[in-house]
């Protein structure tokens, strides 16, 4: 489990995030929601220890963070972060030698799975293709957990059902995904809890079943009642 206990974060004098709590629990999809700048991404990096805390703890299976547990997460960021000469073959190789939880048949299947070819060079990627590259990279390893930085942000209807696809997929089934989004759209019916975040806290927390079957809401509906939408 991934515990986010009283976590806070200040920018430049600036609250980001100010005691801000939750879980993400294997074998589930946990999906942060927040309008721009509600501190999302902010979450996945202190997460991935990129930048400081600036109070608060978070745990990885109960203990606190340090490199070795790094060995149980892939963290997908929100745009590709090899360099644009790269051949998507090379690249490839790159994750494979540097990864000890790089497995080379998952991405063989994803490659064929999203029509990627291994001759084109990174910097060619329409921003789809590019988008389905960035995941397989995350997708290809074989971690517990699994974080995303707004997977879907400017993807078109057949890219994002083709990905929507994977992650209904036995790839995913033990795992724990952590996801960042501003809009759920067609994500809905995948996400097990949602996390609402709103003025540097989290608004709202629930397991979207239990709010439909209890209270008879979508994740929308609850999102328009947050953020007044
Ligand atoms: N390195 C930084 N230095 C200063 N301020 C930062 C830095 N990184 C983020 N911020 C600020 O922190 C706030 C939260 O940013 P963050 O990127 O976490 O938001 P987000 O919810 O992921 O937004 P988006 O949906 O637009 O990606 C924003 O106001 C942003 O300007």
Same mark, same amino acid.
């Given at each position: 489990?991934?515990?986010?206990?009283?976590?806070?974060? /200040?920018?430049?004098?600036?609250?980001?995030?100010?005691?801000?709590? #939750?879980?993400?629990?294997? +074998?589930?999809?946990?999906?942060?929601?927040?309008?721009? +700048?509600?501190?999302?991404?902010?979450?996945?990096?202190?997460?991935? +220890?990129?930048?400081?805390?600036?109070?608060?703890?978070? /745990?990885?299976?109960?203990?606190? *963070?340090?490199?070795? *547990?790094?060995?149980?997460?892939?963290?997908?960021?929100?745009? %590709?972060?090899?360099?644009?000469?790269?051949?998507?073959?090379?690249?490839?190789?790159?994750?494979?030698?540097?990864?000890?939880?790089? $497995?080379?048949?998952?991405?063989?299947?994803?490659?064929?799975?999203?029509?990627?070819?291994?001759?084109?060079?990174?910097?060619?990627?329409?921003?789809?293709?590019?988008?389905? #590259? $960035? *995941?397989?990279?995350?997708?290809?390893?074989?971690?517990?957990?699994?974080? %995303?930085?707004?997977?879907?942000?400017?993807?078109?209807? #057949?890219?994002?059902?083709?990905?929507?696809?994977?992650?209904?997929?036995?790839?995913?089934?033990?795992?724990?995904?952590? %996801?960042?989004?501003?809009?759920?759209?067609?994500?809905?019916?995948?996400?097990?809890?949602?996390?609402?975040?709103? +003025?540097?806290?989290?608004?709202?927390? #629930?397991?979207?079943?239990?709010?439909?079957?209890?209270?008879?809401?979508?994740?929308?509906?609850?999102?328009?009642?947050?953020?007044?939408?």
């Amino acid at each position: 489990m991934i515990e986010v206990t009283g976590i806070r974060k /200040r920018y430049r004098g600036r609250d980001v995030l100010n005691d801000v709590s #939750f879980t993400a629990e294997k +074998g589930e999809l946990t999906c942060l929601i927040g309008v721009n +700048g509600a501190g999302k991404s902010t979450i996945l990096k202190l997460i991935m +220890g990129l930048t400081p805390l600036t109070g608060g703890t978070i /745990r990885i299976d109960g203990q606190a *963070l340090e490199p070795k *547990l790094y060995e149980k997460i892939a963290f997908v960021p929100d745009h %590709l972060t090899m360099p644009s000469g790269m051949r998507l073959s090379e690249a490839l190789r790159f994750m494979a030698d540097f990864y000890e939880s790089w $497995n080379e048949k998952r991405a063989d299947e994803l490659m064929r799975f999203f029509q990627l070819e291994h001759s084109a060079r990174i910097g060619s990627l329409s921003k789809g293709i590019a988008a389905k #590259f $960035n *995941l397989l990279l995350g997708f290809a390893q074989d971690s517990d957990y699994l974080l %995303l930085d707004e997977p879907f942000s400017g993807i078109d209807l #057949f890219s994002r059902e083709a990905i929507t696809e994977v992650f209904t997929s036995d790839l995913m089934e033990h795992r724990g995904v952590l %996801l960042t989004t501003h809009e759920i759209g067609e994500m809905e019916h995948l996400v097990d809890k949602a996390v609402l975040l709103k +003025g540097g806290k989290v608004s709202l927390s #629930f397991h979207c079943e239990e709010m439909r079957s209890e209270k008879g809401k979508s994740v929308i509906d609850v999102m328009r009642e947050v953020y007044g939408a």
